[in-house]
């Protein structure tokens, strides 16, 4: 399978503002998540929605899923100066376990 | 970060030598995973492995061999380093349907 896109790139906002990324997907998905990348560390997982949710909740973090467009995006708002990381989205689909990232989305918050 | 250890996290060798990254974990999860992460490729999966004994080819398999002997540990193989080889390898874990938990990297340049 091949790798999705994010959009943008790079993103820098000043702190307080809202961030949002969009992850364009290939395939029917059963599930799409979102991860953090800190610098130097491992991803860690944000949120999950499954194909068939449309928009997903989870602190300050908003998810959206279009199937018909096969996009996703994700949503942070009051950012904070510790929300500087990269961001990746990563598709799941069906009769596996593999999941597909996109390429990313490095955000920068400017205190 | 959920109970894995990646070793060792830094390592340089040369063209030809073969190269053994180790990534142990404490969570008895089924599945575990190898990635490589490259500037404007986000990650990419290796190899992966659903059970002991039991591994499949990734995305970007040639050159690397795999092997898990036991539930806890994972094992990635470079026979024969080569300079493209040269990338920040990641092992991850899951659960069936569960999100993946990743550990912190292995720094591998190849010279």
Not at chain 1, 37 to 50: D, E, F, P, Y
Not at chain 1, 57 to 76: F, N
Not at chain 2, 73 to 87: C, I
Request: glycine share 8%; with cysteine.
């Amino acid at each position: 399978s091949q790798q999705g896109e994010e959009d943008p790139q790079a993103l820098s906002i000043q702190e307080g503002e809202n961030a949002t990324m969009n992850c364009s997907y290939k395939t029917s998905i059963n599930n799409l998540q979102w991860y953090r990348q800190n610098s130097g560390r491992g991803l860690v997982h944000l949120i999950l929605i499954r194909s068939n949710e449309r928009e997903k909740h989870s602190g300050r973090l908003r998810v959206t899923l279009d199937t018909s467009k096969k996009s996703s995006s994700l949503l942070i708002t009051a950012s904070r100066a510790a929300d500087t990381a990269s961001y990746f989205c990563a598709e799941r689909d069906f009769g596996n376990e593999k999941l597909t990232f996109g390429t990313g989305t490095r955000l920068t918050i400017i205190p | 970060d959920a109970g894995i250890t990646q070793s060792p996290r830094h390592k340089v060798t040369e063209t030809g030598t073969p190269v053994t990254l180790r990534c142990h974990q404490t969570e008895n999860h089924r599945y575990m995973y190898w990635y490589r992460q490259d500037p404007g490729h986000g990650l990419r999966l290796i190899h992966y492995s659903y059970g002991v004994k039991d591994t499949d080819k990734g995305e970007v398999s040639d050159g690397y061999s795999v092997s898990r002997s036991k539930t806890e540990d994972f094992l990635l193989t470079l026979e024969s380093a080569t300079s493209s080889q040269t990338s920040v390898y990641f092992c991850a874990i899951s659960d069936p349907q569960q999100p993946q938990h990743f550990g912190d990297g292995t720094r591998l340049s190849i010279l």
